[in-house]
């Protein structure tokens, strides 16, 4: 924050990645959170992907708990409006100079950066969907960073199935509060289990 040349570099690096999230496109396992979503079964969806993902395939904005945030916008962190990312990209692009808000404070893609505190009312809203649900589903995830690896035992610890779909170990999966552990690749197992659900 006190350093041009270190908020250059920053936009420097994000700017590698930017195409790369602009083009990305949900999957099948995106569209089934979606579908169940339609069908009323579900309550919310937790996910530690910057992506933005989610909220493209339609995972609705009062359902999706971002804990880390989002590429797909660009924050303030004085005033913390949100805007659209593609013309602060492009004016670094041609200028090699970080972007401002027209407050004057500084932008940065709207995710968490290391050191930066989760923001409470994301954290909130997570443990709020962890003691209202009646069904939690890890998907995809090694479970190994807290506090988000914490929502799915929260949730667990009331008694509530929960699943955990993965390729590969988790740091769950000694953990007697599982009710099923499956191994294997989540975009080829959950798909068609939400089919099965939904028929």
């Keep these: 924050m006190t350093s041009e040349a270190a908020r250059i570099e920053h936009w420097d690096f994000k700017l590698e990645g ?20 339609n069908a009323g079964k579900v309550l919310a969806v937790v996910t530690q992907n910057i992506d933005g993902l989610h909220a493209r395939a339609g995972t609705s904005a ?32 041609a200028k090699k100079t970080p972007p401002l808000c027209g407050c004057g404070g500084f932008l940065k893609p709207a995710t968490i950066s290391f050191g930066q505190n989760l ?23 090694t479970l190994s960073v807290y506090p988000a690896a914490s929502f799915p035992l929260l949730a667990a610890e009331r008694g509530v199935p929960y699943v ?36």
């Excluded at 930017?18 to 979503?37: C, F, S, T």
């Excluded at 999706?64 to 670094?92: Q, Y």
């Excluded at 909130?124 to 009646?134: K, L, Q």
């Design 18 to 37: 930017w195409d790369g999230y602009r083009n990305a496109q949900p999957n099948a396992v995106h569209h089934g959170i979606v579908a169940l979503e």
């Design 62 to 93: 009062d359902r999706l708990v971002e804990l880390h945030g989002t590429n797909l916008l660009i924050e303030c962190v004085s005033c913390k409006r949100r805007s659209d990312p593609a013309p602060h990209f492009e004016s670094f692009r």
């Design 164 to 199: 955990v779909i993965n390729q590969g170990p988790t740091d769950h999966d000694h953990e007697p509060r599982v009710s099923l552990r499956i191994d294997g690749d989540v975009a080829e197992i959950f798909p068609p289990a939400v089919a099965a659900a939904l028929a």
């Design 119 to 141: 923001d409470p009312r994301v954290v909130a809203r997570a443990e709020e969907a962890a003691t209202g649900c009646d069904l939690v589903v890890a998907l995809g995830s």
